[in-house]
């Protein structure tokens, strides 16, 4: 590790998006002694009310993303849709981790899974949709046919059986750049979250297993008690993924068991992921403080369990049952400061732990 890259505490982050992640990479920060700044077009982002400052502008606003680099050491990004171009004009001024290249490819599914492949990445079968002569030869069907940019929990997407319920998608779709991707036989939903630091040092987090809803991933459980070969299978693919990218930071890998054993990706995101908040209660490292290692170029942290867990998102209306929460001693409680709740929202996220209390205790 190069000694003149490590930013010491002290030092400032500053942290593209406003969301709950970037809500707790800042509170992560914080505990390390580092400030973090913000930048989002919102007036009052939930980022924004743990960090040091706000720069309030839009992701084209040149000026204003030059001051906001002015004001910070290195910058990182808390979701993967900020606009390309924004990443790469900060990169004018400051470092970006984990850069342009993870986004580029995390904002278009086809370039994704192209990605994936060229790593040997094994993906479910997939062809592009984006023309009435890629309708009429599609044979990746039944499918799921996906808008290859935007979209997500379950956005932009439909789930299609024959050439004539793909033709009727694509046009409610906008008759826009599509992937279509076959349907996978699965047995269940995994995760790998892996840190790369800037001497190339990597660190997988136990794999979690998802379960979701409607598009939206409601819980994820670790230990995920899946075949060791499975999880190395899992693991292995996210370290490739990461090593791929030359990323330094955090990247998550969503991924399907199929029934025979397989692991196929399904997508990346290069962030901290919804399936990882049960580090923050659960790991001896959480995955905010991970990246927060990772960008300002500390040693990444041990990723031992320390609990069993199993971490519930909190949607729309199910928020208001915090008090519930609160005496459950098993409970640890995440709300992340949202003034209105929809359905479909995330509001917090709750994680049970095994308490130390109830472990085995020695007789010897």
Known sequence: MVADKILPPGSTIGILGGGQLGRMTAIAAARLGYRCIVFAPEADPVAAQVSAAHVQAAY??????????????????????????????????????????PIHLAQHRLREKAFFRSLGIG????????????????????GILKTCTEGYDGKGQARVSTRDELAAAWTKLGRRECILEALVDFQCEISAIVARGLDGTTRCFPIGLNHH???ILRTTTVPSNLPPAILATAERFGVELANGLELVGLIALE??????????????APRPHNSGHWTIDACATSQFEQLVRAVCGLPLGSVDVLAASRMENLIGDEAADWQRYLIDPTARLHLYGKGESRPGRKMGHVTFVTPL???????T
């Open 357 to 363: 209390w109830a472990a085995p205790t020695s007789t």
């Open 123 to 142: 993906t479910a079968d997939y062809q592009p949709v984006a023309s009435d002569a890629d309708v009429a030869g599609a044979t990746a069907l039944p």
């Open 60 to 101: 084209d606003d040149a000026p204003a993303l030059a001051n906001f680099a002015a004001q910070v050491e290195v910058i990182t990004y808390e979701f993967e849709n900020v606009p390309e171009a924004a990443v790469s004009e900060c990169l004018r001024h400051r470092p970006v981790r984990p850069g342009v290249q």
């Open 255 to 268: 991924m399907f068991v199929t029934k025979d054993g397989r692991v196929l990706a399904n997508e990346m």
């Open 213 to 215: 809803r409607d598009g």
